[in-house]
């Protein structure tokens, strides 16, 4: 099993800055990828990056050149720096670990309210 757990998220003024820390416990050698997605009400959970195994980086158009994703291996901790943020990012983040074929294992989530 593995659980993620995240931290750091916060309300933040329009323009400024967060971090958003993921750490995974448990069976690490079986995620294929870890993720960041976000939901704000009423829809849709989107991904908004993602770094594989081998650190390849993958991320949403709406957060290109605003958002990093990162890692620390040595303590299985998943970052997403957040830079001039948008009152359009507010929403919850949840961290997930991508396991191929053992699925998925969802963090609780973290609020990320970004005010105009």
């Known amino acids: 099993q593995v659980q993620p757990v995240e931290s750091g998220g916060g309300l933040v003024q329009a323009g400024g800055s967060l971090r958003l820390s993921c750490a995974a416990a448990g069976s690490i050698l079986t995620i294929n990828a870890m993720e960041w997605y976000r939901q704000a009400p009423g829809m849709e959970r989107e991904l908004v990056a993602r770094i594989t195994a081998n650190g390849r980086k993958t991320y949403a158009d709406s957060v290109k050149g605003r958002f990093t994703i990162s890692r620390d291996n040595a303590k299985n901790t998943v970052f997403l720096q957040m830079n001039s943020l948008k009152p359009e990012d507010t929403a919850v983040y949840y961290c997930?670990?991508?396991?191929?074929?053992?699925?998925?294992?969802w963090g609780q989530g973290t609020q990320v309210t970004v005010s105009s």
């Open positions: 997930n670990a991508d396991r191929g074929f053992y699925g998925n294992a």
